[in-house]
C-alpha cells in the first residue's frame, strides 16, 4: 500500500477558541522566511491557508478557513537541541486580538494557546527520500548513456585504433575520447545505484512516498509581491516611513531599469541596495526545482545555453575543416571550450539564487569545482563523439556509419532532444539536468520547502 507523502517537517497543535478543546493541525505546507509566513493544511475544523509576518524572532499569521472564519496567531520561534525549532504563542479571532475582551463568539476571554514543532528528524528523511528518487533517476540516465552510446562508441573507437593507422594526434584524441566515455558510463550508475541504496535506508518509511522532484513552490521575493506579507510586514517592523516608501520605491524602480539594461550591465539596482550597509544581502532559502520550474527567464536563459551547446555539436563537421591527417582543428577545441564555460557559468549563475548555492560557492569552493570538472567532462565526451565520426568520415573509413548511427540515437535522440524537451517545460528537471550534464545544479538538488 502507498502511503501518503511527508509535506512538511512542522506539525502542531491549538486549543480550540470556542470548544475549550485540543485540536490538531496537518500541514500540507509551511515555509518561514526572512520576512514572511505562509502555508496551508487542515484541521478538525477544515482547510486553511496560512499567511503572516516575521519580524525577528516573533511570527504572526492569520489562518483563513475556506469559506469560512479566520484566526489571529502570534507567537515566538524558540530554537531547541539538535536543529529543531517550535513556535508558542496565543491564539485568537481577528476582532478579539491577543489581549482583547471577548465578543459573544467567544467562550472564553482567553485567547487560545497553540504550539508548532519542527522535527528535524523528519526532514532529514524527507530529504533522503527525495535524494534516493533524484539517485534513481539519475542511474538511468546513466544507464540510457551506457547502453545506447558509450558501449557501441568505445568498441568502435578500439576497432578504429586497431584496424587504422593513425596519427599522434588521431591516436591521443581518441584515447582522450574512450577514457571519458568509459569513465562516466561506468562510475555514474555504479555510484547512483550505491547512493539510492543508501537514501533508502536513511528515509526508512518516508521512502515508501517520497516528496516530488520537480519544483514550483517557489514564491517571489520581489517587494510587494503576493504572498510575502509585505503590507503586514511594513507595520510590524516600523517602515511605512514616508522615506522608506520612497528608498523602496527606488529600489523598485532601480530593479525594473536593470532588467531591462541586463545587457549593458546596469547595476542601478545594486547601487541602491549598497546604500544601506547594515543590511545583508538575502538569498532565498528555495530549492533548485523551483528556480527552474517557477521562473520562466532562468528556465530559458539555461536552454539557450543547452541550445547552443548542442547545435554546435551537430555543426562541428560542417563549420571547420577536419581533416584525416591532422584530425580536430584547434579552432574547434577553443569554441568548444568557449561554449562550455558558458554553460558552467550559467550554472554557476543559476545556483547562486539560492542560499544552498550561495553557501556551497563560499563555504565548499572544493565541491563545486569537482562538480564543474565532471560537467565539463561530460560536455567534452559528447563533443568527442561527434569529432570522431567527422574524422572518420574525413579518413574514408567505413566505420564512420555504425559510428554516425550511434551518435543519431545515443547521443542525439536519447540524450539532447529529451534534454531540451524537458528543460524547457520544467518536468523532469533532475533527469534534464543529467542529460545536458549540469552537475553543478544537480549537487544542490533538495527538496522544495513546504
Known sequence: MVGRAIATAWSGFYNDILKGTKGDMRFESFVIDV??????GADTVGE???????????????KQYVGRHAIGYEGTLVDLEGGNQKIVGECYFPHQGPKGSPDNLVVSGDPGYFELLRDLATERKREAAFKMVVAQSKMMVGLV???????????????????????PS??????????????????GPITEAVNSRKHRLEAGDAAVSPPPVDGGAAQSTQPGSPGDGKGEQALLLDNSTPEHLAYE????????????????GNTDY???????????????????TDIIASRPGVRKVLCCGVVMFWSFIVSVPFVFDISCEHGIPSKANLSFLAIAFLNLFL???????TKYGYLTLVHAP???GLNLFLALLGLFDSYSDMAFVAMLEQCNNWLWKPAAAVFLVGVLLMQALPGVIFLASGHHIPAALKLNEMNVLLMLLKPSIN
Open 35 to 40: 520576512k514572511s509566513v505562509r502555508g496551508g
Open 48 to 62: 486553511f491557508v496560512l499567511k503572516g509576518t516575521r519580524n525577528g524572532k516573533f511570527i504572526k499569521f492569520t
Open 145 to 167: 548513456r551506457f547502453f545506447f552510446e558509450d558501449v557501441c562508441f568505445s568498441c568502435i573507437q578500439v576497432l578504429f585504433l586497431l584496424n587504422s593507422k593513425t596519427t
Open 170 to 187: 588521431q591516436f591521443y584524441f581518441t584515447i582522450a575520447s574512450i577514457a571519458a566515455g568509459v569513465l562516466m558510463s561506468i562510475l
Open 249 to 264: 520605491q527606488r529600489v523598485e524602480q532601480a530593479l525594473q531599469t536593470s532588467k531591462s539594461e541586463l545587457f549593458v
Open 270 to 288: 545594486i547601487d541602491i541596495l549598497m546604500e544601506k550597509p547594515e543590511e545583508p544581502a538575502l538569498v532565498p532559502d528555495v530549492a533548485i
Open 347 to 353: 550554472q554557476i549563475w543559476c545556483a547562486a539564487q
Open 366 to 368: 572544493q565541491m563545486l
